[in-house]
């Protein structure tokens, strides 16, 4: 995916890939807005690599290969740094580990192992924290590792960074050298905010520690949850420090400044392989982002030995985990329905190697996400996998949108069963509305239809229901009604008698009501008291099945959304041809006089009921409540008519008493459904 092409002139070639990372420097430490993920960039600077030394004559000091990073903001005091902060080399394979260590045992004329100081590389931005006599002095960024930016005001708002270094044995003046990163949690943390403020999101945490780090505003820094990890020092005067670099991590801890926790002393390569698999494994539990393991010469003198090359230390080098984004193609995107109706778009991506894995599907979520990312059918995509976490594409690059791409757009029909797709307006998830057709949510549908609340078909429950579906034995909920003995007894965890019990079970569940059926159908944002109130207003099924969008708004609680997905529901042929079938089994309910039902003394009112009632159950409870017009809700407010309070009553009690609700216990309310009978 390097953009020169393999034909150009070597001089030619290299011109684009300098210009190229320039870029990437640029948007990513200058605008904090990357646009290429860590495995694109270390692909380019690899490549002008491998040209420079195949052409040592092409190599300019201005050259990438020769600096460190992208140059400070001018909105910042530029800081020079008295010992360059340099990059490390990079491994990414057990072989070059293994290489780099063989370099480093030549050079120094050992056969014995090295003794090397391992730590997690973590993926945040490089700081360095000049302390005089043990006061925070100044801190300033890596910038081009010749001269930072002064971020001392910002930095003072970081708690992780002492201001006066605990002790008094410190030296005159001490460099501290880390990283500034934010924890996953806090991450996390941040982009809700921004979700909730409307703005843009960060895209990983090392862009927000970033953008964080480099407010010109320190109050805003003082609200982002930094953290800062100690993992070296730079210049040292006017007293002594240790001559091991885990003994100076020690040391650094003891004056109070934050060292890594799973820091290692190993031996060898070997040693420093197994540091780095341990570490792989336990990456997802670390609570913050990683994108690798540092090895560094443990004796001072060694490393001194060893010396630099122009752009690292030969004595330290990165072993880089598999990357965790990469640029691939977006190439469609599918919709699947689940099991309760959800639409959810899919991503279909030119397969590509990330986080361990070849990756060719991963989730959108949502159109708002779709809208948010601004993805269309063609674009170059980053995605990204963390450990076991489910792909997701975080990001497009638009500067590489062909001409060709063409928006994503919501399909009307469902994938499965050709039912309408609805999205109401507020809401986030699509959604089919052939509930009791749709292929893809035929168990839900099943296990709703029989729950308690509605035709309460016991016995029938999820394993079983899994059976039925998956031996295509019923295909909608109409099918229960042609089950037989003969076909249920041979299924798992069935003899004839169990067989016996459910076809009763089925064959009682006909004689039921008409609120329950409603319920039964499952019809988005109709739960049992909406269906009460259907049953009770129209008082007969085909009346609520003819009812205009207008007429459904008369229902109390019913409101335009609640109107919309009834009404959209009763006008999919599939469902209609289900209940007609359901009807022609003989599922019926008693006749009620819409002219009488709900006009009671309890017409209109709120009631809640918390605790056990001792005589009535409290599905009987909600029941007589509702045929004489009672609301049923679970929630107190300053609206509510009564609270009904059994026995153990939960903080409802409290609340209403707070409120001034006049509160009925089990003979009360017993007394004042028989005179609403009267």
């Known amino acids: 995916m390097s953009e020169p092409p393999a034909a150009a002139e070597p001089a030619q070639q290299i011109r684009r890939l300098r210009q190229a990372i320039e870029q990437h420097n640029y948007n990513y430490y200058v605008l904090d807005q990357p646009t290429v993920p860590d495995a694109e960039y270390d692909r380019l600077l690899r490549e002008l690599q491998a040209l420079e030394a195949a052409h040592p004559e092409l190599v300019t000091p201005d050259s990438p290969t020769q600096r460190v990073g992208a140059a400070p903001l001018a909105s910042f005091a530029e800081v020079q740094h008295a010992l360059p902060m340099l990059s490390l080399e990079?491994?990414?394979?057990?072989?070059?580990?293994?290489?780099?260590?063989?370099?480093?045992?030549?050079?120094?004329?050992?056969?014995?192992?090295?003794?090397?100081?391992?730590?997690?590389?973590?993926?945040?931005?490089?700081?360095?924290?000049?302390?005089?006599?043990?006061?925070?002095?100044?801190?300033?960024?890596?910038?081009?590792?010749?001269?930072?930016?002064?971020?001392?005001?910002?930095?003072?708002?970081?708690?992780?960074?002492?201001?006066?270094?605990?002790?008094?044995?410190?030296?005159?003046?001490?460099?501290?050298?880390?990283?500034?990163?934010?924890?996953?949690?806090?991450?996390?943390?941040?982009?809700?905010?921004?979700?909730?403020?409307?703005?843009?999101?960060?895209?990983?945490?090392?862009?927000?520690?970033?953008g964080s780090l480099r407010q010109l505003d320190p109050r805003i820094t003082a609200t982002r949850p930094l953290r800062f990890c100690s993992y070296g020092v730079g210049l040292v005067e006017g007293g002594p420090l240790p001559d091991r670099h885990s003994a100076i991590m020690q040391q650094l801890q003891q004056w109070g400044l934050p060292t890594s926790r799973e820091a290692a002393l190993v031996q060898g390569a070997e040693g420093c392989l197994d540091y780095y698999r341990r570490l792989q494994q336990r990456r997802g539990e670390l609570g913050f982002e990683i994108d690798g393991v540092v090895y560094k010469v443990d004796r001072l003198d060694w490393q001194q030995q060893l010396g630099f090359v122009s752009r690292a230390p030969r004595w330290a080098a990165a072993h880089k985990f598999p990357a965790q984004e990469e640029l691939t193609e977006l190439l469609d995107v599918d919709f699947q329905v689940g099991r309760t109706g959800a639409v959810t778009p899919v991503a279909r991506l030119k397969p590509v190697f990330v986080g361990g894995v070849t990756v060719s599907n991963a989730t959108l979520h949502n159109m708002e996400e779709i809208a948010r990312l601004d993805l269309h059918i063609g674009d170059t995509v980053i995605v990204r996998r963390a450990g076991d976490v489910i792909p997701k594409v975080v990001q497009c690059v638009p500067e590489r949108r062909p001409a060709t791409a063409r928006p994503i757009q919501l399909p009307s029909q469902c994938t499965q069963c050709g039912s309408a797709i609805l999205k109401p307006p507020g809401e986030v998830v699509a959604r089919c509305s052939g509930g009791l057709y749709c292929p893809a949510q035929r168990k839900e549908a099943i296990r709703h239809f029989a729950s308690r609340l509605a035709l309460d078909i016991q016995g029938l429950g999820e394993k079983l229901i899994d059976q039925l579906v998956e031996q295509r034995l019923v295909e909608s909920v109409a099918d229960l009604y042609r089950l037989t003995t003969a076909q249920l007894t041979p299924l798992e965890r069935m003899g004839e008698k169990s067989a016996s019990r459910i076809v009763a079970a089925i064959d009682a569940s006909r004689q039921t009501t008409l609120a329950r059926f409603l319920y039964a159908l499952g019809i988005r944002e109709v739960g049992e008291a909406t269906a009460n109130a259907l049953a009770n207003h129209f008082g007969e099924l085909d009346a609520v099945m003819a009812a205009d969008r207008e007429t459904l708004q008369q229902v109390a609680d019913v409101g335009p959304v609640v109107a919309e997905q009834i009404h959209t529901f009763f006008r999919q042929p599939h469902n209609l041809e289900v209940i007609a079938v359901l009807r022609s089994a003989g599922i019926h309910w008693p006749a009620i006089s819409p002219a009488t039902a709900g006009t009671g003394p309890l017409t209109g009112k709120t009631v809640v009921i918390t605790g056990t009632l001792a005589t009535l159950s409290r599905d009987a409870a909600k029941a007589q409540l509702t045929a004489q017009g009672a609301k049923l809700t679970d929630s107190l407010s300053a609206r509510t008519d009564y609270l009904v309070v059994g026995e153990n009553p939960g903080s409802k009690l409290a609340r209403a008493q707070q409120l001034g609700t006049p509160q009925l216990d089990e003979a009360a309310f017993i007394e004042l459904l028989s005179q609403s009978r009267c």
């Open 90 to 210: 990079n491994l990414f394979t057990a072989d070059e580990a293994r290489q780099f260590d063989q370099r480093l045992r030549e050079r120094l004329g050992l056969d014995v192992a090295i003794d090397y100081s391992c730590e997690p590389k973590l993926d945040g931005v490089a700081l360095s924290l000049r302390y005089q006599r043990g006061q925070l002095l100044q801190a300033a960024t890596r910038g081009d590792g010749f001269r930072g930016e002064d971020v001392t005001l910002n930095v003072r708002t970081i708690r992780a960074i002492p201001l006066r270094l605990a002790g008094n044995d410190h030296p005159e003046q001490l460099e501290v050298r880390g990283e500034v990163y934010l924890p996953l949690a806090g991450f996390e943390q941040l982009n809700q905010r921004a979700r909730a403020a409307g703005e843009r999101e960060f895209v990983n945490p090392r862009n927000a520690a970033a």
